[in-house]
Nanobody, 119 residues
Framework: QVQLVESGGGLVQAGGSLRLSCTASGMFFSVNAMGWHRQAPEKERELVATITSGGRTNYADSVKGRFTISRDNAKNTVYLQMNSLKPEDTAVYYC?????????????WGQGTQVTVSS
């Protein structure tokens, strides 16, 4: 069974940092694009950052200059380094990835990890 497992959320004061990790596990051929989304209470899920298998990145305007997405292809893991955190960054953060197996690419989501930034 292919799955994404996240870790690294928690409670931090404004201005602090957190690092999220997400690892793909199971039987698959390759992991293509990976990314992070977030969903705050009573808001829609929104894109935070994405990274291709070749390392090309894309960020939401709200996190540019503060967050950095990276990946370790050998470990099938994507990271999100979050610096200068603000209370408005409080949300459940979800990892997602396009994973190839059985001749197709399938979108997968992690279970989510809570990030809470106190003022």
């Amino acid at each position: 069974q292919v799955q994404l497992v996240e870790s690294g959320g928690g409670l931090v004061q404004a201005g602090g940092s957190l690092r999220l990790s997400c690892t793909a596990s199971g039987m698959f051929f390759s992991v293509n694009a990976m990314g992070w989304h977030r969903q705050a209470p009573e808001k829609e899920r929104e894109l935070v950052a994405t990274i291709t298998s070749g390392g090309r990145t894309n960020y939401a305007d709200s996190v540019k200059g503060r967050f950095t997405i990276s990946r370790d292809n050998a470990k099938n893991t994507v990271y999100l380094q979050m610096n200068s955190l603000k209370p408005e960054d409080t949300a459940v953060y979800y990892c997602n990835a396009d994973i190839a197996y059985s001749g197709f690419a399938y979108g997968h989501w992690g279970q989510g990890t809570q990030v809470t930034v106190s003022s």
